[in-house]
């Protein structure tokens, strides 16, 4: 799925996958998000609810780019750093195609349905 991101009124490339959650995801759009940094890996925001995470694939650790749902807390990581092993309560959404550096100074993201 093709979504429209700004990343401090700068656009990149990004694109969701086609998992459950991301689709629950796309439902929420647009977003406009204030972002704060996390263990010096990802940057994070809350989102107005928690995403369906039934029919999750395989876990997989998230890699630089990656949009990502962290179910136990119910937020969004965009991870400038390789995450951690792979664990099932981080379900990756999607992928933005942005350096790291860009990404990890990041402080609001707006994410929009293509159109």
């Given at each position: 799925?093709?979504?429209?991101?700004?990343?401090?009124?700068?656009?990149?490339?990004?694109?969701l996958?086609?998992?459950?959650a991301a689709?629950?995801?796309?439902?929420l759009?647009?977003?406009?998000?204030d972002?704060k940094?996390?263990h010096?890996?990802?940057?994070?925001a809350?989102?107005?609810?928690?995403?369906?995470?039934s029919?999750a694939p395989?876990?997989a650790?998230?890699t630089?780019?990656d949009?990502?749902?962290?179910?136990?807390w119910?937020?969004?990581?965009l991870f400038?750093?390789?995450g951690?092993?792979?664990?099932?309560d981080?379900?990756?959404?999607?992928?933005?195609?942005?350096?790291?550096?860009?990404?990890?100074r990041?402080?609001?993201?707006?994410?929009?349905a293509a159109s």
């Open positions: 799925m093709n979504i429209r991101v700004t990343l401090d009124g700068r656009p990149v490339g990004a694109a996958n086609d998992s459950p689709r629950d995801f796309a439902a759009l647009p977003l406009t998000l972002l940094d996390f010096g890996t990802e940057r994070v809350d989102l107005p609810r928690e995403l369906d995470t029919g395989e876990p650790a998230a630089v780019g949009i990502a749902y962290y179910a136990p119910g937020n969004l990581a400038y750093q390789d951690p092993a792979p664990s099932p981080l379900l990756v959404l999607g992928h933005l195609d942005v350096s790291a550096d860009q990404l990890g990041a402080t609001s993201i707006t994410i929009e």
